[in-house]
């Protein structure tokens, strides 16, 4: 397990995904992914593809792990795409602006191949269903 610090935003592709179906397989490979400077990735034994467990004070989910293509994230930092995966971890604390914190939110990051990536459904349930539903 490593600690790093999560960065949140928008990508193109999860614009595009939006725009296309956030039902559909394109929505997912888009934002339920978890992006690491390559040398990161080395560190911490994970290949492009890998599932990873992403750990806050706030939640927890696992993602995809994916080598970033260009020089961000920095070592030690790594990036979700806004969405609701990125919502398991991020500071839900809006300091009246309506707004989670999305950014510099401590994580530890794990391999993991004891739980799949859940798809939106199964992830909406979990997250804003009550256990008696």
């Known amino acids: 397990m490593a600690e790093f610090l999560l960065l949140t935003g928008r990508t193109i592709w999860q614009g595009e995904a939006i725009e296309t179906a956030k039902d559909e397989d394109i929505y997912p490979k888009a934002v339920a ?17 890998d599932p990873v467990r992403v750990k806050s004070e706030h939640g927890e989910i696992v993602v995809e792990a994916r080598a970033a293509d260009v020089d961000v994230p920095a070592r030690g930092q790594v ?31 794990e391999p993991t191949d004891e739980e799949p990536i859940k798809d939106m459904s199964e992830l909406m349930r979990r997250t804003y269903l009550r256990a008696e539903d």
């Open 33 to 49: 992914v978890c992006y690491f400077h390559p040398a990161d990735m080395e560190e911490l034994g994970i290949e492009e593809g």
């Open 79 to 109: 990036f979700i795409p806004m969405g609701p995966w990125a919502n398991r971890v991020v500071d839900p604390d809006t300091a009246s602006t309506g707004m989670p914190g999305f950014k510099g939110v401590k994580v530890e990051i």
